[in-house]
């Protein structure tokens, strides 16, 4: 069984910051990505950012420049910094977790967390 556990949303005026923070516990195969996700009332689930076990760097244009992602591998942990906060980047984040074992592609994902930006 893998956890994610993610932490660090809230309330921000544009142009804050915020730093996100997910925890996987559990089999976890060392050779994995793990990534945010977001989901906006009525908008379809997409990527924000991503990084793989050796540290290679994916992320939306539309964050590009002011989020970033970076990972403790020792602790099966990722993070966001999330700066200069937009009102549309207000959504629900999902931390996620993907590697491929002996049982194939594994998916996982977090709770998700509430990032609110105000105007």
């Known amino acids: 069984q893998v956890q994610l556990v993610e932490s660090g949303g809230g309330l921000v005026q544009a142009g804050g910051s915020l730093r996100l923070s997910c925890a996987a516990s559990?089999?976890?195969?060392?050779?994995?990505?793990m990534g945010w996700y977001r989901q906006a009332p009525g908008k379809q689930r997409e990527l924000v950012a991503t990084?793989?076990?050796?540290?290679?760097?994916n992320y939306a244009d539309s964050v590009k420049g002011r989020f970033t992602i970076s990972r403790d591998n020792a602790k099966n942990t990722v993070y966001l910094q999330m700066n200069s906060l937009k009102p549309e980047d207000t959504a629900v984040y999902y931390c996620?977790?993907?590697?491929?074992?002996?049982?194939?592609?594994?998916?996982?994902w977090g709770q998700g967390t509430q990032v609110t930006v105000s105007s």
């Open positions: 990084i793989t076990s050796g540290s290679m760097t």
């Open positions: 559990g089999s976890i195969f060392s050779f994995n990505t």
């Open positions: 996620n977790l993907f590697f491929t074992n002996w049982l194939g592609n594994r998916d996982y």
